[in-house]
């Protein structure tokens, strides 16, 4: 059996109910819009196999509780190891005697909903100390400097209101003598870029027949770039175009042109200029 194959459909079936938002970005986004459903989020690449797309926010999915079981299953057949091993005997809620307890993907979902349910009632209404607050304001702000934790505000859209707030509160201090950082400089990434470019410096110079492009003008050349047009080719152009149009003229009703076959009613034949056109007051 191709286990690979498998979890990568379960990944990729995610991914795509997720594009369709039908599933949570981000855990905030889950907590707001999905309270009635519950999603776990899942690597795709094992954090303790693949450390460096531990940060990575695409190598996140959302999963139901028994699509994240079947994952972690399928995960410890592709790669036996200790670490897919530990990850599903927690999840399997392991005994004093290291023997996981064995659920079936069905169960383990259905329970996973009454703890979360279980425990969110419990929650509700609790009162927190003074030192648990500072505990998880404290973790909050450093996860948000490490951004292990997105900030809930970056998935709130700005309201108009807000926007008008913006606006104005920059007005003033541009008046205030409020300078842009970026304003008349030059982004030295692109200058590179500009100055180790093979056209760079360079201009098009012709003499009547032929174009070269060069930093400095040929004797009997002048500025400026000829194009050649295929005298064959653009003879065939015209000639299509006007079978095209056999039988078709302009009319007009002293506001708007139509190119037709009969003249409508209420038009005149001719091609109005639209400089000559009276607009409507």
């Known amino acids: 059996m191709n286990y690979k194959h498998i979890y990568l459909e379960i990944i990729r079936k995610a991914k795509n109910e997720q594009i369709l938002g039908n599933r949570p970005l981000n855990i905030y986004y889950r907590r707001r819009n999905f309270k009635d459903d519950y999603f776990e989020f899942h690597h795709i690449l094992p954090k303790s196999l693949f450390p460096k797309f531990e940060k990575v ?3 996140l999915v959302p999963l139901t509780a028994k699509e994240h079981f079947i994952c972690h299953k399928l995960l410890f057949k592709i790669y036996p190891c200790k670490s897919t091993a530990y990850a599903l005997l927690r999840l399997c809620r392991k005994r004093d005697d290291m023997h996981p307890i064995k659920l079936s993907a069905r169960s383990y979902e259905q329970l996973r909903k009454i703890l979360a349910n279980t425990l969110s009632d419990a929650q509700k209404g609790k009162e927190l100390s003074k030192e648990t607050r500072i505990k998880i304001s404290n973790a909050l702000k450093e996860g948000y400097k490490s951004g292990k934790i997105i900030p809930p505000a970056k998935d709130k859209p700005v309201t108009a209101e807000k926007r008008k707030q913006i ?12 300078k842009v950082w970026n304003k008349d400089k030059k982004c030295p990434n692109l200058a590179k870029r500009k100055e180790d470019s093979w056209n760079y410096g360079k201009h098009w110079y012709n003499n009547g027949e032929i174009s070269i492009l060069t930093e400095t003008c040929p004797e009997g050349f002048k500025e400026g770039h000829i194009v050649k047009v295929n005298e064959e080719t653009e003879e065939n152009r015209k000639i299509k175009i006007a079978e095209n149009n056999k039988g078709r003229h302009w009319y007009n009703n002293g506001k708007i042109n139509k190119f037709c076959y009969e003249c409508p009613e209420g038009f005149v034949k001719g091609f109005l200029d639209p400089r000559w056109i009276k607009k409507d007051d």
């Open 57 to 59: 926010k695409k190598n």
């Open 167 to 178: 606006s104005e509160t920059l007005k003033e201090r541009y008046k205030n003598g409020y």
